[in-house]
């Protein structure tokens, strides 16, 4: 694994207010004599899902057993996902199905922080979608204005869209010019597919950005800071208690370092150990699966 010290945690099971209560408290005591006293105690975790707790359809092992341990140890734990397509309910089904129980207000997937963006900065705002059905369709529920028209947009929303094409680039040229909010739901260029990599998000708001030349103005999902602000608010916690864990060096990861929270890699998704050492991004913690995060507590 690694010889860094190991993950503080106050040890007390996480109760109705995530723990909260418990802020302050170390249980180590005031005198203790190592270097080690001043390292935070870790009260929340951020999970990615495809690639971290699940890949495919089969869930990964210990996935289910490392956030009942976590929770144990008084760790509040919030899912954190780049897909744009599927909703938080979408998720407590599937985590239910591999045996986690979760409540939808600790599943963050990049459409709910695209949607909460829109409603904390442009709620009214006649929107112009490139994306999923599904995302319109939350995006709707939630009160924000889909348009048809992209001329009378005057927000720009690119996301995966397996339908994306020349017209959608025509539609793009429509619907952008200097005053439009050019938003993406989340940076992923490519997505593990079974035989391979498919377009991801990041490959649409590209092709856009590159037919309209010029760059969206915000992209969110991971590792943005409305991501990881979002994901932080949710937990409870500051940065610095706030542990990390993702298989993708760009997205979890780099949301973890930038935001000074504690970082760990898992090698069942995208990255591999040659990754880590070709990236910037620096992990507190390598380890081979989620399995092994209960390892890393003290
Ligand atoms: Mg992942």
Same mark, same amino acid.
């Given at each position: 694994?690694?010889?860094?010290?190991?993950?503080?945690?106050?040890?007390?099971?996480?109760?109705?207010?995530? +723990?909260?209560?418990?802020?302050?408290?170390?249980?180590?005591?005031?005198?203790?004599?190592?270097?080690?006293?001043?390292?935070?105690?870790?009260?929340?975790?951020?999970?990615?899902?495809?690639?971290?707790?699940?890949? +495919?359809?089969?869930?990964?092992?210990?996935?289910?057993?490392?956030?009942?341990?976590?929770?144990?140890?008084?760790?509040?734990?919030?899912?954190?996902?780049?897909?744009?397509?599927?909703?938080p309910?979408?998720?407590?089904?599937?985590?239910?199905?591999?045996?986690?129980?979760? %409540?939808?207000?600790?599943?963050?997937?990049?459409?709910?922080?695209?949607?909460?963006?829109?409603?904390?900065?442009?709620?009214?705002?006649?929107?112009?979608?490139? &994306?999923?059905?599904?995302?319109?369709?939350?995006l709707?529920?939630?009160?924000?204005?889909?348009?048809e028209?992209?001329?009378?947009?005057?927000?720009?929303?690119?996301?995966? %869209? %397996?339908?994306? &094409?020349?017209d959608?680039?025509?539609?793009?040229?429509?619907?952008?010019?200097?005053?439009?909010?050019?938003? +993406?739901?989340?940076?992923d260029?490519?997505i593990?597919? *079974? %035989?391979?990599?498919?377009?991801?998000?990041?490959?649409?708001?590209?092709?856009?950005?590159?037919?309209?030349g010029?760059?969206?103005?915000?992209?969110?999902?991971?590792?943005?800071?409305?991501?990881? *602000?979002?994901?932080?608010?949710?937990?409870?916690?500051?940065?610095?208690?706030?542990?990390?864990?993702?298989?993708?060096?760009?997205?979890?990861?780099?949301? &973890?370092?930038?935001?000074?929270?504690?970082?760990?890699?898992?090698?069942?998704?995208?990255?591999?150990?040659?990754d880590?050492?070709?990236?910037?991004?620096?992990?507190?913690?390598?380890?081979?699966?989620?399995?092994?995060?209960?390892?890393?507590?003290?």
């Amino acid at each position: 694994m690694c010889d860094r010290p190991k993950i503080q945690t106050n040890g007390r099971p996480v109760t109705r207010d995530g +723990g909260r209560s418990a802020i302050g408290f170390d249980p180590r005591g005031p005198d203790r004599p190592d270097t080690r006293e001043a390292r935070a105690v870790i009260r929340g975790a951020v999970l990615d899902l495809d690639g971290t707790v699940y890949r +495919g359809d089969a869930a990964l092992p210990g996935a289910a057993e490392t956030v009942a341990t976590l929770r144990e140890r008084g760790v509040s734990v919030l899912f954190c996902s780049n897909n744009p397509t599927k909703t938080p309910a979408e998720y407590v089904d599937r985590l239910a199905g591999i045996g986690i129980e979760v %409540d939808e207000s600790m599943v963050l997937p990049a459409s709910t922080v695209t949607r909460d963006y829109l409603r904390d900065h442009h709620p009214e705002a006649p929107t112009y979608l490139v &994306g999923a059905p599904s995302l319109a369709s939350y995006l709707a529920d939630a009160g924000q204005p889909i348009v048809e028209d992209p001329r009378a947009a005057s927000v720009f929303v690119a996301s995966w %869209d %397996d339908q994306f &094409g020349y017209d959608t680039m025509a539609d793009a040229l429509a619907a952008i010019d200097d005053d439009t909010v050019f938003l +993406g739901t989340d940076p992923d260029r490519t997505i593990p597919a *079974e %035989d391979g990599l498919a377009p991801g998000s990041g490959a649409v708001i590209n092709a856009v950005a590159g037919t309209v030349g010029r760059e969206p103005d915000r992209v969110l999902g991971k590792p943005s800071a409305e991501a990881a *602000e979002e994901a932080l608010d949710r937990l409870g916690v500051p940065a610095g208690e706030c542990l990390v864990v993702g298989d993708r060096l760009d997205t979890d990861l780099a949301m &973890g370092a930038a935001h000074g929270m504690t970082t760990a890699l898992v090698l069942t998704g995208v990255a591999d150990r040659d990754d880590v050492a070709d990236s910037d991004v620096d992990p507190d913690y390598v380890v081979d699966s989620i399995a092994e995060i209960p390892q890393l507590l003290e």
